[in-house]
């Protein structure tokens, strides 16, 4: 009897092993062989996604770059980008500002396409502004410390940043440098553009509290009273028009931030979790269809990813996706008491 429970025990012990073996090569299998079925494979909806994800960080493009050329990363972009839509009648935008100073705040899911986010309606445009990092130069700042520095009851993240400085590794992720223009209380507190006629995507915002989206120079905003802005998009909605027509905009699924405005002149904040197994993030169109959706006639896309981040009433509403919280940011869009 001994004997038989000793074989009935190896026996046992040899299924397991290879019950092991087995699980252990599916999945060096497969994951050694998922990127060629996604870079290679007729999945062409998946390649995009992927691709358009990858190439919108800073720190996650080897991903597409390792199996695709610079061209072929190129064309599968090209085919889905947004519209470029000249914003030339914003002076018809008029609407009385009641100077209404409630702010609504909507939680918003899509069950289909797993994700959730959180909507802002500001009523009164004219208490929307740019903030800034103290630390501008040098590193970025949570975006929640600029909204807390500038005692605002609301802010997102802004634009977007440079890597890294000229080689110089300290600047790396910091925030530090950012890309474009940044206007904040019609003082032009960065800009990398020396052409003051050159036209490069931005959010800005009138005196009047008017959203400007689109490309726009520095001449072109100060003509129409621009007081604040920063360089960021594409723009997703223009004069009341989508600009994403076919395709979901080329940048994949990620977190996302965009600001909107509609015809009453309300301010419309969205930022969207992502990178998370409750939410894995939205495209470009999705954005687009949420803003349509809650009347906005312009908004734009701002930046996304880790530095998607929404403050409101002293703390961070949305999840961040980085592991570690919020991100460093040169600049945030926020609502002044």
């Known amino acids: 009897m001994h004997r038989k429970r000793t074989t009935t025990g190896k026996k046992r012990r040899t299924v397991w092993k290879l019950i092991l073996c087995f699980l ?11 990127p060629f079925l996604v870079f290679y494979g007729p999945f062409e909806n998946v390649k995009r996604t992927i691709v358009g994800a990858a190439m919108t960080t800073l720190s996650h493009q080897y ?33 009385e500002n009641k100077h209404d100073s409630s702010i609504e705040r909507e939680d918003i899911s899509d069950d289909k396409k797993n994700f959730k986010g959180y909507i802002l309606i500001i009523h009164d445009p004219t208490r929307v502004k740019v903030g800034y990092s103290k630390k501008l130069g040098t590193a970025g700042e949570l975006t929640s410390r600029i909204a807390k520095n ?15 400085s000229s080689g ?55 003509e129409r009273g621009v007081t604040e802005a920063i360089s960021f998009g594409p723009a997703l909605i223009v004069n009341g028009k989508g600009t994403i027509k076919s395709g979901d905009g080329g940048w994949g699924i990620a977190p996302r931030t965009a600001i909107g405005q509609r015809s009453d002149g309300a301010m419309i904040f969205l930022v969207i979790d992502g990178r998370q197994t409750k939410s894995i993030g939205a495209s470009l169109r999705d954005v687009q269809n949420i803003m349509i959706k809650y009347g906005a006639i312009n908004a734009t896309n701002l930046d996304g ?8 009433e002293g703390e961070v509403i949305n999840n961040t996706c980085d592991p570690l919280g919020e991100r460093s940011v040169p600049s945030a869009i926020y609502v002044k008491p």
Do not use: C, R
């Open 63 to 95: 991903i597409a770059k390792l199996f695709l050329s610079d061209e072929e990363i190129k064309k599968i972009l090209a085919g889905n980008t947004a519209e470029s839509v000249e914003q030339n009648n914003v002076e018809t935008l008029n609407f």
């Open 168 to 222: 110089d590794s300290k600047w790396t992720g910091t925030g530090g440098k950012p890309t474009g223009i940044l206007m904040s209380n019609g003082k032009v507190v960065s800009n990398d553009i020396e052409d003051p006629d050159e036209k490069s995507e931005v959010m800005a915002i009138t005196n009047k509290g008017q959203l400007l989206v689109g490309n726009h120079s520095l001449n072109d905003m100060k």
């Open 24 to 34: 252990l090569f599916e999945f060096i299998f497969t994951g050694a062989t998922a």
């Open 305 to 312: 990813g880790s530095s998607s981040t929404m403050y409101y």
């Open 150 to 164: 500038n005692n605002a009851v609301a802010a997102i993240n802004g634009g977007g940043f440079k890597d890294s």
